[in-house]
Nanobody, 127 residues
Framework: VQLQACGGGLVQVGGSLRLSCTVS??????????VGWFRQAPGKEREIVAA????????LYGDVAQGRFAISRDNGKNTVFLQLNSLKSEDTAAYYC???????????????????WGQGTQVTVSS
């Protein structure tokens, strides 16, 4: 399984970005998968931003989302999106998407539950 994340960039405070994560895997189906977005800033621990189940679209948001971010999916394109709005300087981080068979909703926020990780995309918010 491969994950390709893109959409990061440099944006001013208050701006928006839309991140994409495309999941691929020869001969695989992802019906039991959850796709999560995590972020990590220099010197800080990795934290959950949001996660969504491939089937059913069950969503979990981390505290960092604060009603400003939205996760969605397009199953036909095997792609999960993360809309980032009202960006703040503290949102500056590398954003990673991850996928795996995460069965318990309470585990959606745990990075260790995800088997596959993308390469990350940098989001820099300037003031």
């Amino acid at each position: 399984v491969q994950l390709q994340a893109c959409g990061g960039g440099l944006v001013q405070v208050g701006g928006s970005l839309r991140l994409s994560c495309t999941v691929s895997g020869s001969g695989r189906t992802f019906s039991s998968y959850v796709v999560g977005w995590f972020r990590q800033a220099p010197g800080k621990e990795r934290e959950i931003v949001a996660a969504i189940s491939w089937v059913g679209g069950r969503i979990l948001y981390g505290d960092v989302a604060q009603g400003r971010f939205a996760i969605s999916r397009d199953n036909g394109k095997n792609t999960v999106f993360l809309q980032l709005n009202s960006l703040k300087s503290e949102d500056t981080a590398a954003y990673y998407c991850a996928a795996g068979e995460v069965f318990a909703y309470s585990d959606y926020a745990k990075g260790g539950e995800y088997r596959y990780w993308g390469q990350g995309t940098q989001v820099t918010v300037s003031s």
